[in-house]
């Protein structure tokens, strides 16, 4: 990818660099501090005459002190600047405060990733998600997701939510112009795209594969919704080779699902989606693959993110290159037909037929 062929840093931007990943825990921690203490906020209200750190503190009740090492750090970090004693919010400030996508991946960062973190070179040494035993003693996330506390579930739905939804509507016309009559939402999640599903199309079927905690928000939001008899719900283990899939779906849709897991399981899971399938059925992939993002930053957050899966989901998995991911299709026994980038903020969809 040609954002990464060449190191374009001078020495004196490449020493910077260095300092700030050294204190990359510190300038996260201040961030979060300065948004949720609502110092950037105070200061966006100020307006461009800014505010001077006295009248920071009467709109946050903060200590002289506390507001004090916060807002100096703040402006070596970039949120704020300082012009005559008056402090003024910076654009970058403006997003961590307001901006969707960053309040999406900075509180994931913090409620899910942060403090198991600390353990990233033991994950990689054990392939083993280490930083999970800060909730508790599960396999794997997903296991632990319906258990998780409050704040971290809040955080890794509001996360995963954020990128799946957005594509959601650009990935119905797609799906629908196969005309198909009954599909499998594997890892359907919270029931989110089967509910687009029932309401796009009033004849088509869908069933629900996850594992039992899932399942079980799936079907308490769909029977709300008033689609009860519309909806199939098959719990699986998916790790477990021996556990099938129902027959007979012409269509098989995986939205942010094969990521994870790791590359024979990718193999397994797409062999299974094989047996499953009728002859000319379809199999829609929609992925993040840190390869095809239109922008540097794109893909270094699913760089990022990967190590959250290796980490703190299962120890196997990751966002991928999609040069990988397709090897895994092919020997699976598929092809790809049709391959659509740039849906929603960062995902492809690719939809494959048997070879
Ligand atoms: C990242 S979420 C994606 C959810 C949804 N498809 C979306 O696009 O937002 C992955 C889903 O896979 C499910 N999953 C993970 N491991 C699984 C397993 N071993 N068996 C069955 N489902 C699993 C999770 O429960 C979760 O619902």
Request: charged content about 25%.
């Amino acid at each position: 990818m040609e954002f990464f062929k060449k190191d374009t840093k001078t020495a004196m931007e490449a020493i910077d660099m260095a300092q700030w990943i050294a204190f990359a825990p510190v300038v996260f921690q201040a961030s979060v501090a300065l948004r949720d203490l609502g110092i950037l906020e105070a200061v966006k209200e100020g307006g461009v005459d800014g505010l001077t750190l006295e009248e920071v503190l009467k709109k946050t009740k903060l200590s002289t002190y506390g507001a004090r090492v916060l807002m100096e750090a703040a402006l070596g970090i970039g949120l704020l600047i300082k012009n005559n004693d008056k402090y003024s919010i910076t654009n970058t400030g403006v997003f961590i405060l307001n901006d969707a996508m960053t309040r999406a991946n900075m509180d994931f960062t913090q409620d899910v990733c942060y403090a198991g973190m600390y353990t990233l070179k033991d994950s990689i040494q054990k392939a083993k998600p280490t930083g999970l035993e800060v909730f508790g003693g599960w396999k794997t996330v997903y296991e632990a997701l319906a258990h998780l506390p409050e704040q971290a579930q809040k955080s890794w739905f509001a996360f995963d939510h954020f990128y799946s939804d957005g594509s959601f509507p650009q990935a119905l016309p797609i799906i629908f112009k196969h005309k198909p009559k009954h599909i499998l939402d594997i890892g359907g999640n919270t029931g989110k795209f089967t509910l687009k599903c029932v309401n796009y199309d009033p004849e088509i079927k869908m069933t629900i594969l996850d594992l039992p905690g899932q399942l079980n928000m799936a079907k308490e939001n769909i029977s709300k919704a008033g689609f009860a008899d519309r909806v199939n719900y098959h719990e699986i283990n998916i790790l477990d080779d021996s556990q099938k899939f129902p027959k007979g779906a012409d269509a098989i849709w995986m939205s942010q699902f094969l990521d994870c897991f790791g590359e024979d399981e990718i193999v397994s899971i797409l062999k299974r989606c094989h047996e499953a399938l009728n002859p000319d059925g379809k199999v829609f992939i929609m992925e993040t693959f840190w390869d095809r993002q239109r922008f540097k930053t794109g893909a270094f957050s699913l760089q990022m993110t990967s190590l959250y899966f290796t980490n703190i989901a299962n120890g196997n998995s990751q966002m991928y290159d999609s040069q990988v991911f397709n090897r895994l299709i092919d020997k699976a026994g598929f092809k790809i037909q049709e391959e659509t980038d740039n849906i929603g903020i960062s995902h492809t969809i690719q939809v494959c037929a048997k070879k």
